[in-house]
């Protein structure tokens, strides 16, 4: 048998979670010496220790783990929990894969402050065209918020057009107003050109209005690592006396399977002062 210090050291745990353990009667001592109170292990236990500290890591609760590693549950409930549990993780990983992207995208922009932009910023007037489009809101315009709203919305609307018979006729075109209710939300429009005739059905038909001043830029590679040309944009339209008029048009030109080699203008409304 090995004392509790000797365990804790095998088991690589420490004395203070296998005596909360044993308050808990998660893992009990093989022996205690009753004249001392001594707690004594067996190596047999730590088959059991390694099951609890998998189990409470992958995140269950201690009175999960005592139910799974006690066989107080079916093997078919332990099955969904595990499976459920794989699912939180992975969305965990994404989520935390997506905000490392953006923590790159937001020092890149740091790393440009002070500069303009290398990339050709001009001025041109945009003309109306007619568009196919579904419309969802997102919580906010950050990155994050958006991604998730409109990558779906698309998807969407390319399957509602070919069973309706509509064939695109030029590129996707998103774009954003304030929601109605407020509180930072943001309508998202995701569009694509048509010739279709105006109407409201699947998907809405209509004809986005041209715009008389826009200043535009060309962003290459995936809209999560648009933030550096945006904010380039945006110092372009500060530094050359023009004013903003509202959220950007994003036009997309080509869009390959690989979203590295997206290239998408960016068409932001603007007016002299």
Partial sequence: M??????????????RMLRHYDATGLLRPAHVDPATGYRYYTAAQLARLNRVIALKDLGFTLQQVQDIVDERISTEELRGMLRLR???????MTAAAARLVQVEVRLRSIESEGHMPTNDV????????????LTATAASFEPQEISPVIGPLYDELFRRLGAAGVTPTGP???????????GGRIVVHAAVQ???PVQDGAFRVLDLPPVDQAATIVHRGSMDTVLPTAQALARWIDGNGYRSEGYPREVTLECPDNRDDWVTELQAPVAAP
């Fill in 2 to 15: 090995f004392t509790i210090g000797d365990f804790a050291r095998h088991g690589r745990v420490s004395v």
């Fill in 86 to 92: 794989r699912a939180e993780l992975e969305a965990t």
């Fill in 122 to 133: 001009v001025i041109k007037s945009v003309p109306a065209i007619r568009v196919a489009e």
């Fill in 172 to 182: 996707g075109v998103a774009y954003y107003e304030d929601a109605p209710e407020g």
């Fill in 194 to 196: 048509v010739t279709a």
